[in-house]
């Protein structure tokens, strides 16, 4: 931005939570370990790194931030010092949406209050939630506004979902999709794309009646694609598998904010978003889920069937004036380039596969992505 001129965004301060399975350093199976790499990362990330609902998995969090710089540095190094601590116990954790090797079903689930009032809920909705996601948290203090913003992403969230396509395998087995954990992920009833709403009142109200109806533990565990945080001044993004590198998951941000920057622009303007309808909607996400990035998807607004790249691109198009606003730009449209050179991180898990058919060489080269440069079989120097 030119030196004195007046900003046409505010620029919100942003972070990340990233989801990781912990697998056997020697045979790359899941294993229910969480909690020891969590006990030894803590020691340099404090409450940076914490756990999730199975005990295959570990979670990291940055601080908020105001550059995908420093963002991106934050990623980096809750994935070093997680694998760090993962290697010294004979473990790796891997940026992978959906277990690629071992038993990863009925996921063991972690100990709590909350987690019985889950399983009492859920049942055998918990077999298969051994699945790791991306979250992107936006600053947006004002809770009328983050839900108009959440109408106008609706539309964008199966775009997103094909660019972070990272879950092709399930315990042993391609299932023929680029993103498994989004098709397991829709038989929550409180997941995918929120429903249309025009306040926080509204959307309360709603929520009051999924707790009344027994579809929420609380309200914390409202799971829709896009929500007002529960407990942050934030809007949350929650679309997508988590990225297989740290580098892509700086860029997915730096998208996700720009396009709350848009909706909030257009949001102030008196746009409240466009009423899609649930079929189209349904029916993009499916697509999204099966192609990725390597082959078409649903327009939710016309229902056309275009090539994943050119909706991708366009909706790139569509941020540019916020991402230029924010220096991001050049960033994004690098990963767009990366993509269509090595495909999502479906398209990397299957190639790696394909050089010798071995399942185990996806889970050596997600643990070397996860976290470049470091060994991941080799002791860690750790303290």
């Not at 909690?35 to 340099?44: G, H, K, L, N």
């Not at 601590?85 to 709590?112: D, K, Y």
């Not at 399930?170 to 306040?199: C, E, K, N």
């Not at 275009?306 to 916020?322: D, H, K, M, S």
Request: with cysteine; hydrophobic share 45%; net charge negative.
């Amino acid at each position: 931005m030119v030196t004195g001129q007046r900003s046409r965004f505010s620029l919100p301060l942003l972070g990340v939570e990233e989801e990781f399975l912990v697998v056997d350093a020697g045979n790359g199976e899941v294993v229910p370990q969480a909690a020891a790499v969590i006990a030894r990362a803590s020691r340099r990330l404090g409450a940076r790194v914490g756990g999730e609902i199975t005990k295959l998995q570990v979670e990291t969090r940055t601080d908020p931030c105001r550059t995908i710089a420093d963002l991106e540095a934050q990623l980096a190094d809750g994935r070093a010092v997680s694998q760090s601590a993962a290697v010294s116990l004979g473990l790796r954790v891997i940026a992978s949406a959906s277990p690629v090797l071992g038993p990863a079903v009925p996921a063991p689930i972690t100990e709590g209050p909350r987690q019985d009032r889950g399983n009492a809920a859920f049942r055998g909705l918990h077999d298969d939630v051994a699945t790791c996601a991306v979250h992107v948290h936006v600053e947006e203090h004002d809770r009328d506004r983050a839900v108009l913003i959440s109408n106008h992403l609706r539309q964008h969230l199966p775009v997103l979902l094909a660019l972070a396509a990272n879950s092709p395998y399930w315990s042993q087995r391609d299932t023929g999709y680029a993103s498994w954990r989004s098709v397991i992920w829709q038989r929550w009833p409180v997941a995918g794309p929120p429903p249309f709403l025009t306040s926080a009142a509204q959307y309360d109200a709603h929520v009051d009646t999924l707790l009344e109806a027994g579809a929420l533990v609380d309200r914390g565990t409202i799971f829709w694609d896009v929500r007002p945080s529960a407990h942050k001044p934030t809007l949350e993004v929650r679309v997508a598998d988590v990225a297989v590198t740290a580098v892509d998951a700086a860029a997915l941000a730096a998208l996700v904010r720009a396009l709350v920057m848009i909706a909030g622009s257009a949001v102030d303007s008196g746009d409240e978003g466009p009423a899609l309808l649930p079929e189209m909607m349904r029916l993009a996400y499916w697509r999204a889920a099966r192609d990725g990035m390597g082959g078409h998807g649903v327009d939710v607004l016309t229902g056309r069937l275009l090539p994943a790249a050119a909706l991708a691109a366009r909706l790139v198009r569509l941020a540019q004036p916020a991402l230029e606003e924010t220096g991001d730009h050049e960033r994004v449209q690098g990963w767009l380039a990366r993509l269509a050179s090595t495909g999502d991180g479906a398209a990397r898990q299957r190639a790696a596969a394909a050089r010798r058919g071995r399942l185990g060489d996806v889970v050596d080269a997600l643990a070397a992505w996860t976290a470049p440069g470091l060994p991941v079989r080799e002791e860690s120097t750790l303290t």
